[in-house]
């Protein structure tokens, strides 16, 4: 009889390719699923899940989270794989490289970054970084400037160097720079097109938000994918869209049926998180999305803003300084139904638009487990997944549980993995798949993470596997495991 490294037994084994959902043991070797089977299996280590659910680990899309803390933080959500997608790293060499060096609880990968790319060529400045970076230069006007055509040759050229040392695609924060010519963002669309990688768009204004701007941010993205063929992936569509979100969604649905490709993913909160000197949070057109200097708080301080002077100074003087914008009110039934709809979505990815941990006073030490208590982020990084199995799956029943699971797991595992054949290797419960696994008990799940304790971990998770080691174990982080892997095109 063949032993197995590790055996999880007697778990309600969800698949959400095959539509197994059925008692199985799941033999591990080597990092790699190597047998499910209805009849027990022998292991070195072998673990009775005694009926808890055992699904493919779930894979982050949008997370800015990319050291050791944030990883356990991700981790204790049922998240095995982060991607970093929608902002990106430049170069994306050092950016595997360092996380490699460091080592990772999770496997990790990035896309290109246009943002940081068009920062260090109109800014003139030395190339390369990643969100920080990003949100240290987001409230100068210089990078978001309209640029020449042979300016930007030389942001696709730094791109195109990228995508042909791994990227996973494109991230385009054209919300950030949402004057740029709609020239260049076709230009960015058709280099992913001829490299048959996806872009990760944050879509810049609508039409209804801004009725100057350049172009319609939902109709840039369709028509991109109409017109060079390119995957278009639409970030948060919740949180760019708002009340809007049934339009937005029309016209993915209009364009997926004429043959384009254009996915979307959203999170299950109604406050988003950005640098407050972003263009969008100008308190002159803050009335656009129906805010007030009010609807924005600091990450790390008392309370929200208090009047628009406030939030001119914060602009001014910390532009890259973590804020909420509160864009609907979660507890009104009404507002959270435009999230629900943006989940709902037919074949919506959830994914968590994770942010950094931010430490308010002393050293930052992304080793220590748990992290200080004055370390806080967005809940939304800590309770994704455990809020969308608890409010969309157990209290309102908008997705039944193996779809959630499809939407948490395969569903992004094929956003990606067109050109990315390791990605065909996870999102799925299968022998030759890589062990990345989560196991949870679907009656108990749910987030822990709220505004005013936003880094609590979410329960209900009592294993996560990845590549065939425990990260989590009996509900506790294992502060040894460093299993996480590149995952590169």
Known sequence: MTAYDLVLANGRAIDPETGLDAVRDIGITGGVIRAVSQTPLTGTTRVDLGGLVVCPGFIDLHSHTMDVAGHRLQALDGVTTVLELEAGAYPVGAAYHKAAQQGRPLNYGFATSWGIARMGVLLGLEAGGDIEKFLAYIGHEDWQRPAARPVVDRILAMLEGDLADGALGIGILVGYAPRVDPSEYLAVAALAARHNLPTY?????????????????????????????????????????????????????????EGSRVTTEAYPYGAGMTGVGAAF??????????????????????????????????????????????????????????????????????????????????????????????????????????????????????????????????????????????????????????????????????????????????????????????VVRDSEIVTTAFPGRPVRA
Not at 230 to 255: F, P, Q, W
Request: hydrophobic content about 40%; proline content about 6%.
């Open 281 to 470: 949070l100008a308190p002159e057109i803050l009335h656009r999305r129906g805010l007030t200097a009010h609807s924005i708080g600091l990450l790390g301080a008392e309370g929200r803003l208090a009047d628009e002077e406030a939030l001119r100074a914060a602009r001014r003087d910390t532009p890259g300084a973590a804020a909420f914008v509160h864009l609907l009110d979660e507890d009104d039934p009404a507002a959270f139904d435009y999230i629900q709809r943006a989940l709902a979505f037919p074949d919506a990815a959830v994914a968590t638009d994770a942010v950094p941990l931010l430490w308010r006073s002393g050293t930052p030490d992304p080793l220590a487990w748990p992290p200080a208590p004055d370390a806080v982020t967005h809940p939304r990084t800590a309770g994704t997944y455990g809020r969308t199995l608890r409010r969309l799956v157990r209290e309102n029943a908008v997705l039944g549980l193996q779809e959630a699971i499809r939407r948490c797991t395969l569903v992004p595992a094929d956003v990606v993995g067109s050109g990315v054949p390791a990605m065909r290797r996870k999102g799925r419960v299968q022998v030759g798949c890589d062990a990345d696994l989560t196991v949870f008990d679907p009656e108990t799940v749910t987030d822990r993470a709220t505004y005013t304790d936003t880094a609590r971990g979410s329960s209900g998770f009592v294993h996560v596997v990845v590549a065939g080691d425990f």
């Open 201 to 257: 768009t944050h879509a810049r204004e609508l039409v209804e938000q801004d009725p100057t701007t350049p172009i319609d941010g939902a109709e840039e993205v369709v028509r991109a994918a109409a017109e060079t063929g390119a995957h278009m992936h639409y970030c948060h569509v919740n949180s760019t869209s708002i009340r809007h979100v049934d339009r937005v969604l029309g016209l993915v649905e209009k364009v997926r049926a």
